[in-house]
Structure formats: structure tokens, C-alpha cells
């Protein structure tokens, strides 16, 4: 499974060769550093973890400098693990840039999706109004009937109501990457994807494809 880490630049349009319209997400991907190795002898499963975007000492602890001064890594702000098939075929230390991708290929992308605060059931789930007639006065918005009062009288776990929207972790999948732009680390892909502009985004390649 390869993967790197990246930031979200925003979107844009491009035309293919029939002079359609495409619209398309801009990703600055890369490069990225193999920090740690973890195999399926050693930790029960394959795995690697990468470091991204480099930042001043100081923002780091002590701690977190020494583990990567000892392999001979710049201060990387961002540290996250990503599962692959066969560790052996990485090494700490290692760069990766988003030349690991070819154009054509699909990709999932996985981020942060924008927060939207509290919201109600009719922002938040598609809720139908209810009628605006008929005596009602301030109900037009409100979601209703929430459980019996007999059997049960309580409220189902899962039950859709208001309550904190967005700022979830989100994957886009199948994805086909459009261009490759290794000189200056830009992947980008086909569609959109979660997150603000400059978000954190995981890019992988696609695992449902077919």
C-alpha cells in the first residue's frame, strides 16, 4: 500500500483533450520521510510511519528531536502511520515524493472535513420541514417526534437530532489522478476532497478498485 502525506492547495479546472471541463483538487504532496519501520516479527503487523513537513527545532520537544537526530532526519512537524503489505521494502530514513503515483491511476484521499458548529436536524440530516399552517409557530424547524411513550419511552442509540456537524475524519475514494508534477511535489486529482485548504490530507492508493 503506498501512500504519502500532503496539504490541500485548493481546487481548480482544466480541460482534457476534448476540450471538456474537469474539475480538480491541487494537492502539494511530499516529500515525506520513512521515521520508523514496524514489522509483523516485531510489532504484529506492517506498518510505516511518516514524517512531513519540516519546521524550526524549537517547535519540537527534545525528545522528538533526539528520536530523529539519531536517524538522521530534519525536524518533521507531522508524524503519521500508515499500514502497508510488505514493510521490508522500506528503510528509515528513506524520502518519498509524490512520484510514487503515475497519472491515470486511482487514489483515496483521506482528511478532515470542514466544521459547520452545532446544526440542526434539517442542515444536518435532510430533515423535511414541517408545515407552516394549521396553529403552528415556532415547530417549522424543529425535528419532531423523538421516541414512543410506550414501549420503550427512550431514545434509540444512533437517533439523528441536532448536534455538532462536520469536523470528521472523511475519505474520498477512487480518485483518478490527473498530473503528476514532481519538481514541485503537486499531485492532483480528479474531483474533491475533504478538509479546508491547507488541510492535512493522507493520499493512498485506491483499495475498492475495479
Same mark, same amino acid.
Given at each position: 500500500?503506498?501512500?504519502?502525506?500532503?496539504?490541500?492547495?485548493?481546487?481548480?479546472?482544466?480541460?482534457? #483533450?476534448?476540450? %471538456?471541463? =474537469?474539475?480538480?483538487?491541487?494537492? *502539494?504532496?511530499? /516529500?515525506?520521510?520513512? !521515521?520508523?519501520?514496524?514489522? @509483523?516479527?516485531? #510489532?504484529?503487523? %506492517?506498518? =510505516?510511519?511518516?514524517?512531513?513537513? *519540516?519546521?524550526? /527545532?524549537?517547535?519540537? !520537544?527534545?525528545?522528538?528531536? @533526539?528520536?530523529?537526530?539519531?536517524?538522521?532526519?530534519?525536524?518533521?512537524?507531522?508524524?503519521?502511520?500508515?499500514?502497508?503489505?510488505?514493510?521490508?521494502?522500506?528503510? @528509515?530514513?528513506?524520502?518519498?515524493?509524490?512520484?510514487?503515483?503515475?497519472?491515470?491511476?486511482?487514489?483515496?484521499?483521506?482528511?478532515?472535513?470542514?466544521?459547520?458548529?452545532?446544526?440542526?436536524?434539517?442542515?444536518?440530516?435532510?430533515?423535511?420541514?414541517?408545515?407552516?399552517?394549521?396553529?403552528?409557530?415556532?415547530?417549522?424547524?424543529?425535528?419532531?417526534?423523538?421516541?414512543?411513550?410506550?414501549?420503550?419511552?427512550?431514545?434509540?442509540?444512533?437517533?439523528?437530532?441536532?448536534?455538532?456537524?462536520?469536523?470528521?475524519?472523511?475519505?474520498?475514494?477512487?480518485?483518478?489522478?490527473?498530473?503528476?508534477?514532481?519538481?514541485?511535489?503537486?499531485?492532483?486529482?480528479?474531483?474533491?476532497?475533504?478538509?479546508?485548504?491547507?488541510?492535512?490530507?493522507?493520499?493512498?492508493?485506491?483499495?475498492?478498485?475495479?
Amino acid at each position: 500500500m503506498r501512500g504519502i502525506l500532503g496539504r490541500k492547495v485548493g481546487m481548480t479546472q482544466i480541460f482534457d #483533450d476534448r476540450g %471538456e471541463v =474537469i474539475p480538480v483538487t491541487v494537492i *502539494e504532496a511530499g /516529500p515525506c520521510f520513512v !521515521t520508523q519501520v514496524k514489522t @509483523e516479527e516485531r #510489532d504484529g503487523y %506492517e506498518a =510505516i510511519q511518516l514524517g512531513f513537513e *519540516e519546521t524550526r /527545532p524549537r517547535r519540537l !520537544t527534545r525528545g522528538q528531536l @533526539e528520536r530523529l537526530r539519531r536517524k538522521h532526519l530534519p525536524p518533521l512537524r507531522i508524524l503519521r502511520e500508515l499500514r502497508v503489505s510488505d514493510a521490508a521494502d522500506y528503510a @528509515e530514513g528513506q524520502k518519498i515524493t509524490v512520484s510514487i503515483f503515475d497519472e491515470g491511476e486511482l487514489v483515496d484521499v483521506t482528511g478532515t472535513s470542514k466544521g459547520r458548529g452545532f446544526a440542526g436536524g434539517i442542515k444536518r440530516h435532510g430533515f423535511k420541514r414541517q408545515r407552516k399552517t394549521h396553529g403552528q409557530s415556532d415547530r417549522e424547524r424543529a425535528p419532531g417526534a423523538a421516541s414512543s411513550g410506550t414501549r420503550l419511552g427512550h431514545l434509540r442509540k444512533g437517533k439523528r437530532m441536532a448536534g455538532h456537524m462536520g469536523h470528521a475524519r472523511v475519505t474520498a475514494q477512487n480518485l483518478r489522478v490527473v498530473k503528476v508534477d514532481a519538481e514541485r511535489n503537486l499531485l492532483v486529482v480528479k474531483g474533491a476532497v475533504p478538509g479546508p485548504k491547507k488541510g492535512l490530507l493522507l493520499i493512498r492508493e485506491a483499495r475498492k478498485q475495479g
